[in-house]
């Protein structure tokens, strides 16, 4: 009798290990669980689900993902067509690292980081009704894109880094602006 209260008692014990483990921090399933719940600590420390109403509208609605959200806006995309005839482009340019200088041929070297935004109204995608508002997407789309046609003026050489693809990063907002991290 004792060894099968004993037996029940750590199968028990496993459940509870075992619901821990699938709320662990960082996991999968936690990752997902927290798509439509913000979670606090209650007061044993275990993660207690808050139900955050907006975030359960977004994700049980029907909404349009992303590649229904490319596949159309680009439909009718012309990349050489200046966005409303005039584009306002902000520019941030962040220094890394200052890397060499010479004082012989009187030039220097330094990694930097370019973030550019600007809005083009042909990328709008809000009537769409999608289901996340920013669209993050690799350097390939960036091709078929306006871009604006940044330089450096009296440089000897400026390269993006590859390695091992180019180190860009495009967003698009559902209004239409894009940020471009290079």
Same mark, same amino acid.
């Given at each position: 009798m004792h060894y @099968? $209260?004993?037996?029940?008692?750590? !199968?028990?014990l496993l459940m509870c290990q075992a619901r821990k483990a699938v709320y662990r921090r960082n996991s999968p399933s936690l &990752? &997902?669980?927290t798509r439509n719940y913000d979670w606090e600590v209650d007061e044993?420390?275990? @993660? &207690?689900?808050?139900?955050?109403? =907006?975030?359960?509208? &977004?994700?049980?609605?029907n909404c349009a993902n992303d590649s229904f959200i490319l596949g159309t806006i680009m439909s009718n995309y012309n990349r050489h067509k200046i966005p409303g005839g005039q584009v306002e482009v902000e520019?941030? !340019?962040?220094? $890394?690292?200052?890397?060499?200088?010479?004082?012989?041929?009187?030039?220097? $070297?330094?990694?930097?980081?370019?973030?550019?935004t600007w809005h083009d109204? =042909?990328?709008?995608? =809000?009537?769409?009704?999608?289901?996340?508002?920013?669209?993050? @997407?690799n350097s390939v789309l960036l091709e078929k894109l306006w871009t604006p046609n940044s330089c450096f003026i009296n440089s000897k050489t400026a390269d993006i880094h590859k390695s091992p693809f180019p180190n860009i990063f495009l967003m698009i907002y559902a209004n239409g602006t894009e940020p471009k991290n290079c």
């Open positions: @099968l $209260q004993f037996l029940l008692l750590a !199968v028990l &990752r &997902r669980l044993h420390g275990a @993660l &207690r689900p808050i139900i955050n109403p =907006a975030k359960v509208e &977004r994700a049980t609605k520019v941030e !340019v962040w220094v $890394q690292e200052i890397t060499t200088i010479s004082d012989i041929t009187s030039d220097f $070297q330094l990694d930097i980081y370019i973030y550019e109204p =042909a990328l709008n995608y =809000a009537f769409l009704n999608p289901c996340k508002y920013n669209l993050s @997407l």
